[in-house]
Protein backbone atom coordinates (compact mmCIF):
# COMPACT_ATOMS: atom_id res chain seq x y z
CA UNK A 1 0.00 0.00 0.00
CA UNK A 2 1.23 3.48 -0.70
CA UNK A 3 2.26 5.67 2.21
CA UNK A 4 3.46 9.29 2.67
CA UNK A 5 5.86 9.97 5.68
CA UNK A 6 6.68 13.69 6.49
CA UNK A 7 8.79 15.22 8.84
CA UNK A 8 9.07 17.00 11.19
CA UNK A 9 5.68 17.14 12.26
CA UNK A 10 6.31 20.88 13.12
CA UNK A 11 8.90 23.43 12.66
CA UNK A 12 9.56 26.79 13.92
CA UNK A 13 12.37 29.04 12.02
CA UNK A 14 13.36 32.58 12.35
CA UNK A 15 12.77 34.98 9.41
CA UNK A 16 15.92 34.37 7.24
CA UNK A 17 16.77 31.12 8.57
CA UNK A 18 16.78 28.30 5.81
CA UNK A 19 15.47 24.98 6.01
CA UNK A 20 14.19 21.55 4.84
CA UNK A 21 10.73 19.33 5.21
CA UNK A 22 11.36 15.79 4.31
CA UNK A 23 8.92 13.58 2.55
CA UNK A 24 9.66 9.75 2.46
CA UNK A 25 6.85 7.62 0.46
CA UNK A 26 6.46 4.01 -0.31
CA UNK A 27 4.99 3.52 -3.88
CA UNK A 28 4.37 0.43 -6.25
CA UNK A 29 5.23 2.99 -8.81
CA UNK A 30 5.48 6.69 -8.75
CA UNK A 31 3.03 8.26 -10.74
CA UNK A 32 3.90 11.99 -9.56
CA UNK A 33 4.50 13.35 -6.29
CA UNK A 34 3.24 16.63 -5.50
CA UNK A 35 3.67 19.31 -2.61
CA UNK A 36 0.43 21.74 -1.31
CA UNK A 37 0.64 24.92 0.87
CA UNK A 38 -2.35 24.82 3.33
CA UNK A 39 -3.33 28.10 5.59
CA UNK A 40 -5.84 27.93 8.12
CA UNK A 41 -9.40 27.48 7.17
CA UNK A 42 -8.50 26.92 3.13
CA UNK A 43 -8.07 24.23 1.19
CA UNK A 44 -4.68 23.13 0.12
CA UNK A 45 -2.76 25.06 -2.78
CA UNK A 46 -0.95 23.87 -5.54
CA UNK A 47 3.04 23.91 -5.31
CA UNK A 48 4.57 21.58 -7.67
CA UNK A 49 4.73 17.95 -9.34
CA UNK A 50 7.93 16.04 -9.62
CA UNK A 51 7.81 12.76 -11.74
CA UNK A 52 11.54 11.26 -11.63
CA UNK A 53 14.17 11.44 -9.21
CA UNK A 54 16.70 13.96 -9.91
CA UNK A 55 14.22 16.39 -11.22
CA UNK A 56 13.95 20.15 -9.12
CA UNK A 57 11.39 22.99 -9.38
CA UNK A 58 11.52 26.32 -8.11
CA UNK A 59 9.15 28.74 -7.04
CA UNK A 60 10.37 31.81 -5.32
CA UNK A 61 11.70 30.84 -1.63
CA UNK A 62 11.11 27.36 -2.52
CA UNK A 63 12.50 24.67 -4.22
CA UNK A 64 11.32 21.02 -4.48
CA UNK A 65 13.42 18.08 -5.06
CA UNK A 66 12.76 14.00 -5.95
CA UNK A 67 15.26 11.15 -5.34
CA UNK A 68 13.83 7.54 -5.56
CA UNK A 69 12.38 7.04 -1.61
CA UNK A 70 12.32 10.85 -1.16
CA UNK A 71 11.40 14.65 -1.82
CA UNK A 72 12.49 17.62 0.09
CA UNK A 73 11.06 20.93 0.18
CA UNK A 74 14.02 23.77 0.78
CA UNK A 75 13.00 26.94 2.00
CA UNK A 76 15.52 29.68 1.30
CA UNK A 77 15.54 32.94 3.42
CA UNK A 78 12.01 32.36 4.89
CA UNK A 79 9.35 34.73 5.36
CA UNK A 80 6.75 34.74 7.76
CA UNK A 81 4.47 34.65 5.00
CA UNK A 82 5.59 31.05 4.35
CA UNK A 83 3.96 30.26 7.27
CA UNK A 84 1.46 27.45 6.39
CA UNK A 85 1.07 24.03 6.56
CA UNK A 86 3.13 22.23 3.60
CA UNK A 87 1.09 18.54 2.46
CA UNK A 88 3.07 15.62 0.29
CA UNK A 89 1.55 13.79 -1.75
CA UNK A 90 1.66 10.90 -3.83
CA UNK A 91 -0.48 9.82 -6.82
CA UNK A 92 -2.35 7.07 -7.53
CA UNK A 93 -4.53 6.76 -10.44
CA UNK A 94 -6.31 9.93 -12.07
CA UNK A 95 -6.78 12.46 -9.16
CA UNK A 96 -6.20 10.23 -6.30
CA UNK A 97 -3.55 11.18 -4.19
CA UNK A 98 -2.64 9.73 -0.82
CA UNK A 99 -1.57 12.61 1.48
CA UNK A 100 1.18 12.73 4.25
CA UNK A 101 -0.23 14.30 7.77
CA UNK A 102 1.96 17.85 6.91
CA UNK A 103 4.46 19.77 8.19
CA UNK A 104 2.72 23.16 9.98
CA UNK A 105 6.01 25.77 9.46
CA UNK A 106 6.09 28.54 11.45
CA UNK A 107 8.58 31.25 10.56
CA UNK A 108 8.98 34.17 12.93
CA UNK A 109 10.46 38.05 12.60
CA UNK B 1 -12.05 34.13 -12.01
CA UNK B 2 -14.03 32.17 -9.55
CA UNK B 3 -12.61 29.57 -7.93
CA UNK B 4 -14.09 26.29 -6.36
CA UNK B 5 -16.78 27.01 -4.00
CA UNK B 6 -18.16 24.91 -1.83
CA UNK B 7 -21.42 24.97 0.48
CA UNK B 8 -22.27 25.11 3.54
CA UNK B 9 -18.61 26.42 4.90
CA UNK B 10 -19.63 25.05 8.02
CA UNK B 11 -22.39 22.33 9.50
CA UNK B 12 -23.29 20.92 13.08
CA UNK B 13 -24.93 17.41 12.99
CA UNK B 14 -25.95 14.86 15.74
CA UNK B 15 -25.29 11.47 15.05
CA UNK B 16 -27.64 9.40 12.65
CA UNK B 17 -28.82 12.36 10.54
CA UNK B 18 -27.83 12.56 7.18
CA UNK B 19 -25.82 15.59 5.61
CA UNK B 20 -25.34 16.75 2.14
CA UNK B 21 -22.41 19.06 1.19
CA UNK B 22 -22.10 20.93 -2.39
CA UNK B 23 -19.43 21.91 -5.17
CA UNK B 24 -19.05 24.21 -7.94
CA UNK B 25 -16.16 23.79 -9.47
CA UNK B 26 -14.07 26.15 -11.84
CA UNK B 27 -15.85 27.00 -15.07
CA UNK B 28 -14.19 24.38 -17.41
CA UNK B 29 -13.44 22.01 -15.12
CA UNK B 30 -15.05 18.49 -15.87
CA UNK B 31 -13.81 16.40 -12.77
CA UNK B 32 -14.75 16.56 -9.25
CA UNK B 33 -13.05 14.84 -6.47
CA UNK B 34 -13.89 15.27 -2.69
CA UNK B 35 -11.31 14.45 -0.02
CA UNK B 36 -11.84 14.24 4.12
CA UNK B 37 -9.19 15.92 6.09
CA UNK B 38 -9.58 14.97 10.19
CA UNK B 39 -8.05 17.66 12.27
CA UNK B 40 -3.95 17.03 11.92
CA UNK B 41 -3.49 14.83 9.06
CA UNK B 42 -3.60 15.11 5.49
CA UNK B 43 -6.94 15.13 3.23
CA UNK B 44 -8.01 11.52 2.38
CA UNK B 45 -9.90 10.27 -1.10
CA UNK B 46 -13.54 10.04 -1.13
CA UNK B 47 -14.50 9.62 -4.79
CA UNK B 48 -13.91 11.02 -8.31
CA UNK B 49 -16.49 12.16 -10.74
CA UNK B 50 -15.58 12.77 -14.42
CA UNK B 51 -18.49 13.51 -16.84
CA UNK B 52 -20.96 11.79 -14.15
CA UNK B 53 -19.49 8.90 -13.89
CA UNK B 54 -17.65 7.57 -11.12
CA UNK B 55 -13.95 7.40 -11.42
CA UNK B 56 -13.03 6.59 -8.19
CA UNK B 57 -13.49 5.55 -4.34
CA UNK B 58 -11.15 5.73 -1.75
CA UNK B 59 -11.97 3.38 1.45
CA UNK B 60 -14.96 5.08 3.03
CA UNK B 61 -18.05 3.26 3.93
CA UNK B 62 -21.58 2.91 1.83
CA UNK B 63 -23.04 5.35 3.96
CA UNK B 64 -20.53 8.27 1.41
CA UNK B 65 -22.15 8.53 -1.81
CA UNK B 66 -21.88 11.21 -4.23
CA UNK B 67 -22.98 12.37 -8.14
CA UNK B 68 -22.31 14.81 -10.43
CA UNK B 69 -24.55 16.84 -12.85
CA UNK B 70 -24.76 18.03 -15.91
CA UNK B 71 -23.29 21.22 -15.10
CA UNK B 72 -20.44 19.58 -13.66
CA UNK B 73 -21.18 20.52 -9.79
CA UNK B 74 -21.37 17.54 -7.18
CA UNK B 75 -22.74 16.58 -3.90
CA UNK B 76 -21.50 14.73 -1.40
CA UNK B 77 -23.59 12.66 0.81
CA UNK B 78 -23.02 11.11 4.21
CA UNK B 79 -25.87 9.04 5.61
CA UNK B 80 -26.36 7.71 9.23
CA UNK B 81 -23.61 10.33 10.58
CA UNK B 82 -21.18 9.17 13.29
CA UNK B 83 -18.36 11.15 15.55
CA UNK B 84 -15.94 10.02 13.12
CA UNK B 85 -17.18 11.18 10.39
CA UNK B 86 -16.20 15.07 12.22
CA UNK B 87 -14.07 16.42 10.11
CA UNK B 88 -13.29 19.13 7.34
CA UNK B 89 -14.72 18.19 3.76
CA UNK B 90 -12.81 19.67 0.65
CA UNK B 91 -13.60 19.35 -2.83
CA UNK B 92 -11.26 19.76 -5.97
CA UNK B 93 -11.35 20.37 -9.36
CA UNK B 94 -9.51 20.07 -12.54
CA UNK B 95 -9.99 20.02 -16.43
CA UNK B 96 -10.36 16.33 -17.19
CA UNK B 97 -9.59 14.38 -14.27
CA UNK B 98 -6.04 13.25 -15.99
CA UNK B 99 -3.45 11.93 -13.46
CA UNK B 100 -0.66 14.92 -14.49
CA UNK B 101 -3.14 17.43 -14.08
CA UNK B 102 -2.82 19.62 -10.27
CA UNK B 103 -6.02 20.24 -8.53
CA UNK B 104 -7.94 23.14 -7.26
CA UNK B 105 -9.32 22.93 -3.87
CA UNK B 106 -12.31 25.13 -2.47
CA UNK B 107 -12.17 26.16 1.31
CA UNK B 108 -14.01 23.21 2.39
CA UNK B 109 -16.79 22.32 4.67
CA UNK B 110 -16.66 22.06 8.78
CA UNK B 111 -18.90 19.34 9.54
CA UNK B 112 -19.24 18.93 13.31
CA UNK B 113 -21.21 15.65 14.47
CA UNK B 114 -22.58 15.62 17.81
Do not use: M
Request: hydrophobic fraction near 30%.
Amino acid sequence: EDQVTQSPEALRLQEGESSSLNCSYTVSGLRGLFWYRQDPGKGPEFLFTLYSAGEEKEKERLKATLTKKESFLHITAPKPEDSATYLCAVQQYGNKLVFGAGTILRVKS
Amino acid sequence: DAGVTQSPTHLIKTRGQHVTLRCSPISGHKSVSWYQQVLGQGPQFIFQYYEKEERGRGNFPDRFSARQFPNYSSELNVNALLLGDSALYLCASSPSGGGDEKLFFGSGTQLSVL
